[in-house]
C-alpha cells in the first residue's frame, strides 16, 4: 500500500508560480511512476504529467508543455510539480498518483494510488 499527500497549492494570480509537491510512504517507492492530474468542477480528471522512476523520463499534457516541471527525489520518496505562467484555466484540484507498472501512463485508470489533491486556483 502507497499513501501519497499532496502540498503546496494555493491561490495565485495569473502569471504566478506554485510548486507542488507529493510525499510518498507506506512502502517502497522504488520503481512506481508517479504522476500529477487535475480537475476543475464539472470535468474529468485530465493528465498534467508523469515522471517513470529509472531514467526519470518525463512526459507532459500539451496544456502545460512549457510551463510545468515535474521532479522526483527517489531517496526523500517525493514528487515535484513546478507549475510557472499559471493560468485561469490551470484552477482544478491537483492529484498526484503512483502506478506500479509501466511509464508515460497517461490514463487515471492506469494509476493505483491516489493522493487526496490540493487545491490550486488561478486569479485573472
Known amino acids: 500500500q502507497v499513501q501519497l499527500v499532496e502540498s503546496g497549492g494555493g491561490l495565485v494570480q495569473a502569471g504566478g508560480s506554485l510548486r507542488l509537491s507529493c510525499a510518498a510512504s507506506g512502502r517502497a517507492f522504488t520503481g512506481y511512476t508517479m504522476g500529477w492530474f487535475r480537475q476543475a468542477p464539472g470535468k474529468e480528471r485530465e493528465f498534467v504529467a508523469t515522471i517513470s522512476w529509472s531514467y526519470g523520463n518525463t512526459y507532459y499534457a500539451d496544456s502545460v508543455k512549457g510551463r510545468c516541471t515535474i521532479s522526483r527525489d527517489n531517496a526523500k520518496n517525493l514528487m515535484y510539480l513546478q507549475m510557472n505562467s499559471l493560468k485561469p484555466e490551470d484552477t482544478a484540484v491537483y492529484y498526484c498518483?503512483?502506478?506500479?507498472?509501466?511509464?508515460?501512463?497517461?490514463?487515471?485508470?492506469?494509476?493505483?494510488?491516489w493522493g487526496q489533491g490540493t487545491q490550486v486556483t488561478v486569479s485573472s
Open positions: 498518483a503512483a502506478a506500479n507498472t509501466g511509464w508515460g501512463l497517461r490514463n487515471p485508470g492506469e494509476y493505483r494510488y
